[in-house]
């Protein structure tokens, strides 16, 4: 099993940053890729960035150049750096662990206001 609490969420006006974090605490040896998704309201669940153990980063299309996905593997944590928000960023960011199952967060909710 695998637990994961994401933490840096909030409110930030349109154009500022964030910078989410996910700390991955049980059976943290199986993990393989971890990753970000979101969930806008009336929206399906969709991929922000994964990143792999040794590094290897994929992001969404759209939001390439604004958000930086990194990942500690000493502290089994990963992290989301968010630039230039924009109010379509708006949603529930879910922190993803893979390794023979799939892991979920909570979520923590991000609002960019205009």
């Known amino acids: 099993q695998v637990q994961l609490v994401e933490s840096g969420g909030g409110l930030v006006q349109a154009g500022g940053s964030l910078r989410l974090s996910c700390a991955a605490s049980?059976?943290?040896?199986?993990?393989?890729?971890m990753g970000w998704y979101r969930q806008a309201p009336g929206k399906q669940r969709e991929l922000v960035a994964t990143?792999?153990?040794?590094?290897?980063?994929r992001y969404a299309y759209s939001l390439k150049g604004r958000f930086t996905i990194s990942r500690d593997n000493a502290k089994n944590t990963v992290y989301l750096q968010m630039n230039s928000l924009k109010s379509e960023d708006t949603a529930v960011y879910y922190c993803?662990?893979?390794?023979?199952?799939?892991?979920w967060g909570r979520g923590t909710q991000v609002t960019v206001s205009s």
């Open positions: 993803n662990a893979e390794s023979s199952s799939s892991y």
């Open positions: 049980g059976s943290i040896f199986s993990i393989n890729t």
């Open positions: 990143i792999t153990s040794g590094g290897s980063a």
